[in-house]
Structure formats: structure tokens, C-alpha cells
């Protein structure tokens, strides 16, 4: 029921006919960091599977067809947002590419964030474009780790 409510909802607010320029294939983007090595000249990096969501038609291909994002629904202004965010990319990228973590900005997206949203920040864990948990709220780092475990399986 979910599955057909959210093709719905977002059949809705995507539209069908590809801008001018086409779609590009939008795949998750590596965010590589250097990191600095007081001991010599090396660079080490960090990839993290964090990206945000700029609209509809990005929502549909990089969330619902992917086999297992995060998607973090947040608002500037939310202070548990700001506590929550950190933490959650923090976990997401311990996973190694397991999981994908998608942001939303609610306050952006207000017709994404309709979609099983009633209040920030809302973190939903999509499989293969089927919510397969939930959560609201602030949650510790080791609930995170259990909600990302049980996600990948």
C-alpha cells in the first residue's frame, strides 16, 4: 500500500516529459575529503554516500529506485535536525556504501515531504521503493547502527 501511495503521490508531482535538456543519469555522487597526515605529504580519503535531493524526478531515481537508502526529512530551523544529521551521516558512512543517505529539506520540498512526513526530523529507510522502517526524533548513535543494521540486513 505504501509502495502504490508513494508512485502515486509522485507520479503527481513528477512530470513526464523529460526537461529540454533531457535527464542525465543521476547516480550517487562520492564526496572525497582530504584529510590532513601531520607525518608526511599523503592524502587519505573519505567517501561518504551522503547526497541531497534536489526534486521530484531526483527523489524518484537516486530513493525509490535504489535498494537501500536513508532519507533524512529536515527543516533549517530544527534544532533535533541539527543534532540528528551529523550523527546519522556519521553512521551512514561507517556502513561503507551499504546504505545511501538522502537529505530533504522539508522547507524546500514541501511535496516530498508530504509523503509520510508529519513532523522534522523524520528519517524513513526505503528498500527497493518500499518504506521499510521509521523513525522521528533524535535517536543515539548505537539505535542508529541497530536501524542501519536491520535495514541492510
Given at each position: 500500500?505504501?509502495?502504490?501511495?508513494?508512485?502515486?503521490?509522485?507520479?503527481?508531482?513528477?512530470?513526464?516529459?523529460?526537461?529540454?535538456?533531457?535527464?542525465?543519469?543521476?547516480?550517487?555522487?562520492?564526496?572525497?575529503?582530504?584529510?590532513?597526515?601531520?607525518?608526511?605529504?599523503?592524502?587519505?580519503?573519505?567517501c561518504?554516500?551522503?547526497?541531497?535531493?534536489?526534486?521530484?524526478?531526483?527523489?524518484?531515481?537516486?530513493v525509490?529506485?535504489?535498494?537501500?537508502?536513508?532519507?533524512?526529512?529536515?527543516?533549517?530551523?530544527?534544532?533535533?535536525?541539527?543534532?540528528?544529521?551529523?550523527?546519522?551521516?556519521?553512521?551512514?558512512?561507517?556502513?561503507?556504501?551499504?546504505?545511501?543517505?538522502?537529505?530533504?529539506?522539508?522547507?524546500?520540498?514541501?511535496?516530498?515531504?508530504?509523503?509520510e512526513?508529519?513532523?522534522?526530523?523524520?528519517?524513513?529507510?526505503?528498500?527497493?521503493?518500499?518504506?521499510?522502517?521509521?523513525?522521528?526524533?533524535?535517536?543515539?548513535?548505537?539505535?542508529?547502527?541497530?536501524?542501519?543494521?536491520?535495514?541492510?540486513?
Open positions: 500500500a505504501q509502495r502504490l501511495l508513494l508512485r502515486r503521490f509522485l507520479t503527481s508531482v513528477i512530470p513526464r516529459k523529460p526537461p529540454q535538456g533531457g535527464w542525465t543519469s543521476l547516480t550517487s555522487r562520492t564526496l572525497q575529503t582530504p584529510q590532513y597526515n601531520p607525518g608526511g605529504l599523503t592524502e587519505t580519503f573519505i561518504s554516500a551522503t547526497f541531497n535531493v534536489q526534486d521530484g524526478p531526483d527523489f524518484q531515481d537516486r525509490v529506485n535504489s535498494e537501500t537508502p536513508v532519507v533524512d526529512f529536515h527543516a533549517q530551523w530544527c534544532g533535533p535536525c541539527k543534532i540528528l544529521g551529523p550523527r546519522l551521516e556519521k553512521m551512514v558512512a561507517k556502513q561503507h556504501g551499504k546504505v545511501v543517505m538522502a537529505k530533504v529539506n522539508t522547507d524546500d520540498h514541501t511535496d516530498l515531504a508530504m509523503y512526513v508529519s513532523a522534522v526530523p523524520t528519517v524513513l529507510a526505503i528498500k527497493n521503493g518500499d518504506v521499510a522502517d521509521k523513525f522521528v526524533g533524535i535517536k543515539e548513535e548505537d539505535q542508529l547502527e541497530t536501524f542501519l543494521k536491520k535495514l541492510i540486513g
